[in-house]
């Protein structure tokens, strides 16, 4: 670029040293740091997912056991029937725009017809066949957008015997018929509505929809394998040019524009290259196809 140089630094005490690298190496390391911050996108949001399950499950058990101990009032309940379904819609949400951005992702970066974005799409093709729950979820999210809440049924229940309270259950059930009273959602479950009742819980496809989001992880950093294998060997190569690999190495560009000389730096990515190297070590692909 006219104007423009491009070197490496390194502190070293109080000093500075720096290193004049070529245009094209410039391009090589920031095209390594993409990807791998691509990457770690990916990896917040499945700890984000993560998060918003927990968050959903957590309130599920705290209900119950506040049915078990103190009992709720129809008061308390409504509120119960707000946040449970706040919590939810998060969930499905996140969950759903995650899996459209890396399907979006893998496609611009491979293409449609490349084996990295079929295998991806195998990957989807297997988990909405297969579960119920993802399927179900993935429909959902749009109901929630367009209609109304997902969940409608929340009840209290008690059991007796000779006339005492043995025990108190609180119920969070979809209502089969409501649902279906949307026509795209009732058209792309109609085969699902009949295994079951006008009232199903929703705690067992909590339980199931766990199996796919534990396999995202494996999927990405097989699909991008070649991608993560020759950026991090990038990101090494360039720290080895440092005195120490424990030292941060800054790369930039020096241009200047009307007298004025403008620096614009970045670190390199060493410790988190280090780190995806190790995560890719440990994942072994599990064949959908």
Sequence with gaps: MKNSNFILSQKIG???????????????????????????????????????????????EACQIECKTTGLNSERIQEIFINI?????????????????MDKTFRTLFGENSKE?????????????????????????????????????????????????IRKEFRVEFNRDKLMQDKTLSRKLKFDW???GEKFPIQPQLKEILIPIKRIEPIIFDVLQKNIINSISKVKNMQ?????LDLELTYGMVTQRKRVIHFEHKINQYKLAIE???KLNKHKYNNFT
């Design 14 to 60: 109080d000093k500075i040293i720096e290193e004049q690298i070529s245009y094209s190496e410039f391009l090589e390391i920031e095209k390594a740091h993409q990807a791998l911050e691509h990457i770690q996108f990916f990896l917040w949001r499945i700890k984000e997912t993560e998060m918003n399950y927990n968050d959903l499950h957590n309130s599920l």
């Design 85 to 101: 379904n706040r919590l939810f819609i998060n969930f499905i949400t996140g969950l759903k725009f995650f899996i459209d951005n």
């Design 117 to 165: 974005y079929l295998k991806f799409k195998n990957f989807c093709t297997y988990n909405y066949e297969t579960y119920f729950s993802y399927r179900f979820f993935y429909n959902l999210r749009n109901y929630c957008q367009h209609n109304n809440y997902p969940i409608y049924n929340f009840s209290q229940d008690k059991f007796y015997h000779n006339g005492q309270i």
């Design 194 to 196: 009949l295994k079951y």
């Design 240 to 244: 080895k040019r440092a005195n120490r």
């Design 276 to 278: 995806l190297e190790k």
